[in-house]
T-cell receptor, first 116, second 107 residues
């Protein structure tokens, strides 16, 4: 158990809908990362938050947004869902923000999103 | 263009064999990570390294910064090692992932 909790584990929804994925980081970890893993593209970094502020952006679509709350949990919002958004969405946390990026990340079990 | 390339894509081994998975990257990095993803989907971070070599149990990871290459070795492989092994590099707060090596260890 990594200490990172993601809910829900599975989610099935229709095209055009909006969903919210939730991540609770390890106790004391300030940094939260979101990743998408689809069959055809592998793991991709989406976005990172540190202590409530956005710190880095990867290949995140404009239809997607995220935030980190004062209690450090994070939510990833996916809207106007398309079939191609079906994927595993992982959250990871790390204790600190390293300017050199050499910080270990602890992964949640992921949320499997299926868009039908 | 893939910043991180892994080989092989798929690997089948007999229990007890020594296994090597390779990772090459094309960008300057802060650190390289080896991740393990089991069939259920969960991801576990195995190693983070920026130089030299690290060992944890039967797993050994090495990195050659000059050659931009890393290897993950598994000694005395076991069926429970069957998983996808993913190489990732971090540069600042950005992560780039390889497509993974699917390992099956047969009893």
């Amino acid at each position: 158990d990594s200490g990172v909790t993601q809910t829900p584990k599975h989610l099935i929804t229709a095209t055009g809908q909006r969903v919210t994925l939730r991540c609770s980081p390890r106790s004391g970890d300030l940094s939260v990362y979101w990743y998408q893993q689809s069959l055809d593209q592998g793991l991709q970094f989406l976005i990172q938050y540190y202590n409530g502020e956005e710190r880095a952006k990867g290949n995140i679509l404009e239809r997607f947004s995220a935030q980190q709350f004062p209690d450090l949990h994070s939510e990833l919002n996916l809207s106007s869902l398309e079939l191609g958004d079906s994927a595993l969405y992982f959250c990871a946390s790390s204790p600190r923000l390293s300017r050199q990026g050499s910080t270990e990340a602890f992964f949640g079990q992921g949320t499997r999103l299926t868009v039908v | 263009k893939n910043e991180v390339e892994q080989s092989p894509q798929n690997l089948t081994a007999q229990e007890g064999e020594f296994i090597t998975i390779n990772c090459s990257y094309s960008v300057g990095i802060s650190a390289l990570h080896w991740l393990q993803q089991h069939p259920g989907g969960g991801i576990v971070s195995l190693f983070m390294l920026s130089s030299g070599k690290k060992k944890h149990g039967r797993l050994i990871a090495t990195i050659n910064i000059q050659e931009k290459h890393s290897s993950l070795h598994i000694t005395a492989s076991h069926p429970r090692d069957s998983a996808v092994y993913i190489c990732a590099v971090s540069l600042g707060n950005q992560f780039y992932f390889g497509t993974g090596t699917s390992l099956t260890v047969i009893p």
